[in-house]
């Protein structure tokens, strides 16, 4: 029972840990995206790719745009903390 337990809570530590890796990663590729205003908190924003490869950061809705290349690259809120949360 004991042993059940403490595999149980760090299994859960684990899974903490792994989301807050990616949170971290997700926090420096959105700093380090290509951005043309100040993002105001709590509102969601939207990472693309073009076909350099470099990697922007727009207002746009993925089904909004059309006419040149981008990658829709993911969805993301800024909190609080100034962390950008995957939505």
Same mark, same amino acid.
């Given at each position: &029972?004991?042993? !059940? *337990? %403490?595999?149980?809570?760090? @299994?859960?530590? /684990? &899974?903490?840990? !792994? *989301? %807050?890796?990616?949170?971290? @990663?997700?926090? /420096?590729?959105?700093?380090?995206a290509?951005?043309?205003?100040?993002?105001?908190?709590?509102?969601?924003?939207?990472?693309?790719?073009?076909?350099?490869?470099?990697?922007?950061?727009?207002?746009?809705?993925?089904?909004?745009?059309s006419?040149?290349?981008?990658?829709?690259?993911?969805?993301?809120?800024?909190?609080?903390?100034?962390?950008?949360?995957?939505?």
């Amino acid at each position: &029972e004991a042993s !059940h *337990k %403490l595999r149980s809570r760090y @299994d859960e530590l /684990q &899974e903490e840990f !792994h *989301k %807050l890796v990616e949170t971290s @990663d997700d926090t /420096q590729r959105m700093y380090n995206a290509s951005i043309s205003f100040v993002p105001i908190v709590g509102q969601v924003y939207h990472l693309y790719k073009r076909e350099d490869g470099s990697e922007w950061v727009s207002m746009i809705e993925p089904d909004e745009f059309s006419g040149y290349y981008h990658e829709y690259i993911g969805s993301y809120r800024l909190a609080t903390d100034s962390v950008w949360i995957r939505v």
